[in-house]
């Protein structure tokens, strides 16, 4: 088992829809958790972070996490083209509160 | 936020040399990291650079071929030596930015140097 699983997609959505991307990781100590954006040729772009159960919104993401579940979520409202990207889910080693471990992450598409 | 710089780019190298890539932030920073994406695949932890003190080494990287220096807040390098095909790669430096204890520790990543190894 990977210690933080994404589906790889792509995952394609039309333009203005809610694009929904998923992460599950694999330590139950892991206490942060992040979502990056990397475009084609680019480095990752810290997007979103979450700490506590719940959701956390900032304009059009909202990002999901439930320990419980070990189940972190992202998602992308009123998409646009511009947000066709890479996402990548990190988690922090249980071990360490500044060591991430990245998921392979998921290839959005928005499509005009 | 900070600006985190790298050098170079990218570069085109022969197997069996070595390439130092520098990182530069503008800003004073208490922790500081490397990490490799190979083609197509997601990022992995090289190491931990600290500042006075050698490197802290994740399983299956070692200091013999990935010697880093950080000689002080702002600065790290990070040297991929005897190279071979399998070491093109991106690497990238990370940095910590607001070391508060706990969870708290958004990591925010240079622009990567771009490494073939021919």
């Known amino acids: 088992q990977k210690e933080v699983e994404q589906n790889s997609g792509p995952l394609s959505v039309p333009e203005g829809a809610i694009a929904s991307l998923n992460c599950t990781y694999s330590?139950?100590?892991?206490?942060?958790f992040f979502w990056y954006r990397q475009y084609s040729g680019k480095s990752p772009e810290l997007i979103m972070f979450?700490?506590?159960?719940g959701d956390k919104e900032d304009g059009r993401f909202t990002a999901q996490l439930n320990k419980a579940s070990q189940y972190v979520s992202l998602l992308i409202r009123d998409s646009q083209p511009s947000d066709s990207a890479t996402y990548l889910c990190a988690v922090n080693k249980g071990d360490s509160s500044y060591k991430l471990i990245f998921g392979s992450g998921t290839r959005l598409l928005v499509r005009p | 936020s900070a600006v985190i710089s790298q050098k170079p780019s990218r570069d085109i190298c022969q197997r069996g040399t070595s390439l130092t890539i520098q990182c530069q932030v503008d800003s004073q920073v208490t922790m500081m990291f490397w990490y490799r994406q190979q083609p197509g695949q997601s990022l992995t932890l090289i190491a931990t650079?600290?500042?006075?003190?050698?490197?802290?080494?994740e399983s299956g990287f070692v200091i013999d071929k990935f010697p880093i220096s950080r000689p002080n807040l702002t600065f790290s390098t990070l040297t991929v030596s005897n190279m071979s095909p399998e070491d093109s790669s991106i690497y990238l430096c990370s940095v910590v930015l607001d070391v508060r204890g706990g969870p708290y520790n958004e990591q925010f990543f240079g622009p990567g140097t771009r490494l073939t190894v021919l």
């Open positions: 330590d139950r100590g892991s206490q942060s």
């Open positions: 979450i700490y506590s159960n």
């Open positions: 650079a600290n500042q006075g003190s050698e490197a802290t080494y």
